[in-house]
């Protein structure tokens, strides 16, 4: 899986385990260790939330229950941070459930699920929500602006608005998240928008930035003369190197351009 030791929410609560791997991954930090990092902070968790100072006996027979161990990796790292041979049963994801059924089978009882009262306590709570207007009431403040008309999109998904004239000078603003990467190029003169592209950053921001420099480099070619680069800070780490590359490359490529 990974050699990397990655630190991941500390011995904190799965929405701060969550917040940190979202900031490790807009970082750069390959998916692999992250994973890796969150496996090992839930079995640490476990042994020091739910063990606690209590010793377990290496000579009984121990055994995980649960669909979270149909992953065999995190069985292994539970067996490791407990010091405990582990062994997951068949159908280990279905014992909770069996056991649920077992207990009712012994009490007798045919349902433990009460439809009426569940309905009783769904009215119930809805009663408790506060609503808000309907976003109709805002409609008269809203105001539609129609799209400029794109002259066509590329296969990579640029969407481009204009063919700049030879050596003109561009900004190219560009924002990654966890979710999709955009980049959006404008003269820098006019701020008219040249281009723009937004693509799905499937958990590899470092990637999405580079195949995103590479769409800008393969339709405009040297085209263009960029002045000016906004990237968001969040992931600046992470996009500085690629596009230090590309803006030398482009550079380079311009003042040959130009010369020729």
Request: net charge positive.
């Amino acid at each position: 899986m990974s050699d990397k030791v990655l630190n991941v929410g500390g011995r904190r609560c799965g929405v701060i385990i969550q917040s940190d791997m979202i900031h490790m991954q807009n970082s750069g930090e390959q998916i692999r260790n992250i994973l890796k990092g969150m496996y090992e902070r839930i079995a640490a968790n476990y042994r020091s939330d739910v063990i606690r100072m209590r010793t377990l006996d290496r000579g009984k027979k121990t055994a995980a229950a649960g669909g979270v161990f149909l992953n065999s990796y995190l069985a292994d790292i539970f067996s490791r941070e407990l010091n405990l041979d582990i062994t997951l049963p068949s159908g280990c994801e279905k014992i909770g459930a069996a056991g649920a059924a077992l207990l009712a089978l012994k009490e007798k009882k045919e349902s433990a699920l009460d439809v009426e009262k569940l309905e009783l306590v769904k009215k119930a709570e809805i009663e408790k929500i506060k609503f808000a207007p309907p976003l109709s009431s805002a409609l008269p403040l809203v105001h539609i602006y129609d799209d400029e008309k794109a002259l066509y999109s590329t296969e990579g998904g640029l969407t481009v608005f204009k063919k700049p004239e030879k050596s003109c000078r561009v900004v190219i603003g560009i924002d990654g998240g966890s979710t999709t990467t955009k980049a959006l190029i404008a003269d820098s003169s006019t701020m008219e928008i040249i281009a723009e592209i937004c693509i799905d950053t499937d958990g590899k921001p470092l990637e999405a930035a580079q195949k995103i420099f590479r769409e800008i480099q393969n339709t405009y070619h040297a085209n263009f003369d960029i002045r000016g680069v906004a990237l968001y800070r969040i992931i600046r780490t992470v996009l500085s190197p690629p596009f230090y590359r590309f803006y030398k490359n482009r550079r380079q490529q311009h003042h040959r351009y130009s010369q020729g």
